[in-house]
């Protein structure tokens, strides 16, 4: 005869972590990355990731800006429930605007790259800023054309060598330097492999009144190597004996760094190495001329700066402010309220 037994107690399963909106993390991923292997726009994407699933920020109350370039098509792999919309090449921060003016609720995220904002979209990028569109305005930035097989673009160093471009003998547009002048009210930047770093940006970014520039160094994996000591293919083309014409881009892993202090000196995939440098902590990003200071100071000693560079607490105005838009999004507004009739403009035309 046989015996009972009781059957065997399994652990309960770990409680999935949610925020207040009783969302785990997962919910705020997008497609699948279609990126190099390794490529920093990735990394900042999952910090985009974190920073939102922490914040609690509402996806449907989120629409997410971009033009063209690789930096573009990273909006596809975040916070897949948001808004989106895709725009022509430096045209974006226009098409941000517009979206912000019909409808003040939402959260405006608007990624764009080097190319994107500091060549075609130099003039759009300068004129938001000095609007003030309430937007967090990320530029991922890797001083190449890495869409169209490794330009240079407006940010790359002066006598930088590309495989393909030659030597670069113009100096880099500071995106930080364009934004300040402009009249920024929030001004970063930071570098893709250093998460605790850009999250807290992005934590201040989006808690900011007005438009919060962000640039952050986003190394391309592909392209922005060259020949000498910097970013160098020569051991790979002296030893190299080619039987065809082939294209392959290797799996790397992601940069990643801990927490530092002063300065540290970061290697690349390609064996070229950037220095990092962050601020003092007694730095004040208050003071507009400071910065501009520090950022020529650390241009001059070829060192990159990270941390927020400045920011304006004197409540200036955002762009819902200068033009009056009213508490009710425009997009909600009925159409008596948005075409008030013949009478309403007659009387206007009689107050001129």
């Known amino acids: 005869m046989g015996t009972m037994t009781e059957a065997p107690v399994r652990p309960a399963a770990a409680a999935v972590k949610v925020n207040s909106l009783g969302l785990d993390r997962s919910a705020y991923k997008g497609a699948p990355s279609t990126l190099c292997k390794g490529c920093g726009h990735d990394t900042i994407s999952q910090r985009i990731m974190n920073v939102a699933w922490e914040l609690s920020l509402d996806q449907t109350q989120i629409i997410k800006m971009s033009g063209i370039g690789c930096s573009s098509k990273s909006p596809t792999y975040f916070l897949g429930w948001s808004h989106a919309f895709n725009g022509v090449h430096g045209r974006m921060p226009a098409l941000a605007t517009g979206a912000a003016i019909a409808n003040r609720n939402l959260t405006v995220i608007g990624i764009s790259g080097d190319g994107d904002t500091a060549s075609i979209g130099t003039g759009q990028f300068k004129h938001a800023v000095r609007r003030n569109v309430p937007m967090v305005y990320i530029v991922e930035n890797n001083g190449v054309y890495g ?140 003071d507009k001329m400071n910065a501009f200071h520090t950022l020529e100071e650390a241009r001059q000693n070829q060192q990159f700066i990270t941390g927020l560079i400045y920011i304006n607490q004197q409540e200036r105005p955002d762009l819902h402010e200068l033009l009056h838009i009213p508490d009710t999004p425009l997009v909600y507004l009925t159409e008596d309220k948005l075409r008030p009739g013949p009478a309403a403009l007659e009387d206007v035309m009689a107050k001129l």
């Open 147 to 286: 869409l169209t097989k490794g330009q240079f673009s407006a940010t790359a160093d002066l006598g930088q060598r590309l495989k393909y471009a030659g030597v670069n003998n113009l100096p880099p547009l500071d995106i930080c330097l364009e934004a300040l002048a402009a009249n920024a009210t929030f001004v970063a930047r930071s570098f893709a492999g250093d998460p605790r770093q850009v999250e807290t940006l992005l934590k201040a970014a989006f808690h900011h009144r007005g438009i919060a520039v962000l640039d952050i160094i986003s190394p391309c994996v592909t392209f922005n190597n060259h020949d000498d000591s910097s970013k160098s293919y020569a051991w790979g083309k002296q030893k190299e004996t080619a039987l065809n014409e082939l294209n392959f881009i290797p799996h790397y892993e992601e940069i990643s760094i801990g927490y530092y202090e002063g300065e540290m000196e970061v290697a690349m995939h390609d064996g070229s190495r950037i220095v990092l440098k962050k601020l003092d902590p007694d730095y004040d990003p208050t």
